[in-house]
């Protein structure tokens, strides 16, 4: 294992595994912890390494500043800095998984919380992307971002605002740092709400359609979101609705799991140690090498 700094902060690291020296990397994933925005570290998620290296992948875990140390603003912006700096000092393994007959591409994967940020940021640079074509129909890709053929989320927190309720209605929505961490007001739960965001994105290029540039959905990576049916910490709806959402904004490479008998912490747990989830992401991934995606925006 190898520890890459990315900032100053203790948090700000990446946890990297490789494959065997002898081996040609098949994929990287770029996998982002949950714990409410308020806790976790990479460390705790090191298992999660082992079922990737078996599949010939890089593995890089992104530690990032919690709050209240960070809004959940800030751990985006600590995201896509993890994301540059790994770009940076791995750019010959990557290039070589770009390369590879059998390519698994590289996967953008989060859980809980860290699907929320993950996709945020995800959504970020559709927004970015949609912004510079809406201004040149010309602008080129920038060599130095890494970029995501793919995003999985588990059991993922998508809409803040509704989430805040679903706290309040248990009555822990004072006890979670969820509230703090997204801005305190019902104003910044939605502009933390990546769904709503990509909504947003998509006005402005609604807008500039008379430019012929691409729709939404051929900025997207293929997507696929999973979630525990007896998940009582963020419940399914909030996968089902987000994908609704998905759909609402012209993106269909993507896919929706519901899986019965699987809890909060068990689609992760499942990740590490094997069982519906580890299924469900082999299947999307042997799914990704067998259809390769070409992002036009090279997010």
């Known amino acids: 294992m190898e520890l890459i700094p990315y900032g100053t902060h203790s948090m700000q690291n990446i946890h990297f595994w ?45 530690g990032y500043r919690n709050y209240p140390d960070a809004n959940a603003a800030e751990q985006v912006a600590d995201l896509n800095r993890a994301a540059n700096e790994l770009q940076r000092c791995k750019s010959d393994l990557i290039e070589r998984i770009r390369h590879t007959s059998s ?32 201004k040149d129909s010309k602008t080129t890709i920038q060599a130095e971002k890494l970029v995501f053929d793919s995003f999985i989320g588990l059991s993922g927190v998508y809409n803040i605002n509704d989430h805040f309720d679903y706290e309040a209605s248990r009555g822990v929505e004072e006890l979670s740092p969820m509230k703090p961490a997204c801005g305190m007001t019902r104003d910044n739960f939605k502009s933390s709400s990546p769904g709503i965001r990509l909504a947003r994105t998509l006005s402005v290029m609604e807008h500039n359609k008379d430019k012929n540039l691409p729709c939404v959905d051929q900025y997207m990576p293929r997507m696929l979101l999973l979630h525990g049916m007896k998940d009582t910490t963020v419940p399914f709806s909030s996968t089902a609705e987000c994908a609704q959402l998905l759909r609402s904004c012209g ?7 519901y899986l019965g008998n699987t809890d909060h912490g068990q689609t ?32």
Not at 251 to 257: D, H, I, K, P
């Open 18 to 62: 490789k494959p065997e020296e002898k081996k040609t990397p098949r994929g990287l994933l770029f996998f982002v912890h949950g714990g409410a925005w308020g806790s976790g570290h990479a460390w705790m998620y090191r298992l999660l390494a082992l079922p990737f290296l078996d599949l010939g992948m890089a593995v890089a875990i992104v």
């Open 103 to 134: 390519s698994l591409g590289v996967c953008l994967a989060g859980h809980s919380s860290g699907a929320h940020i993950a996709l945020w940021m995800l959504v970020d640079r559709v927004n970015h992307a949609g912004m510079e074509m809406s």
């Open 251 to 257: 993106v269909t490479r993507y896919s929706e799991q």
């Open 268 to 299: 992760v747990l499942d990740l590490m140690l094997g069982g519906q989830t580890l299924d469900c992401v082999k299947s999307f991934l042997q799914d990704c090498e067998l259809n390769p995606l070409i992002i036009k925006s090279k997010l």
